[in-house]
């Protein structure tokens, strides 16, 4: 029986977690359009409240194995990580809408910033200090 490696387990954790953030995303965004707010707005609140969520969730599952503290300073990597995917999720959010229905225009913009986001989330912001510090000499 072969033993999946546990990149691959953080990659399905991690597909997980965003798939149910993203049906928070998608609740919320529903929700606040019906009740009059523009779908563009929408989708970046529903994004925004979706990205506190899956920090949480990142922490303690994703990347849960992982020995790091909870700090300010982790917390605001994520939610800067999550400002460019929320940049990426909305621009390609407002050029798809138009064209496509709604909840395809959303996973669009989803699926666009994702790949990013593990990345960074990966090798920067739910690293070890010594994965950081490797990863942070790497680049230099």
């Not at 523009?38 to 925004?48: E, K, M, R, S, V």
């Not at 979706?50 to 994703?62: C, H, M, P, R, Y």
């Not at 460019?84 to 229905?101: I, Q, R």
């Amino acid at each position: 029986m072969a033993i999946v490696p546990d990149y691959h387990l953080r990659v399905v954790r991690f597909l997980l977690v965003g798939g149910f953030c993203f049906g928070v995303q998608y609740l919320a965004m529903t929700a606040m359009a019906s009740a009059g707010v523009p779908w563009t707005a929408a989708d970046a609140i529903g994004f925004l409240l979706s990205a506190q969520l899956n920090f949480v969730l990142s922490s303690k599952f994703t990347w849960g194995d992982r020995r790091f503290p909870l700090t300010v300073r982790r917390w605001a990597g994520y939610n800067g990580t999550a400002l460019l995917s929320l940049a990426v999720n909305t621009g390609v959010f407002a050029l798809v809408h138009p064209y496509l229905p709604t909840l395809i225009s959303a996973a669009t913009g989803v699926l666009i910033g994702t790949i990013v986001t593990y990345l960074v989330c990966d090798k920067f912001v739910f690293a070890t200090r010594e994965k950081a510090r490797e990863k942070a000499e790497a680049l230099a």
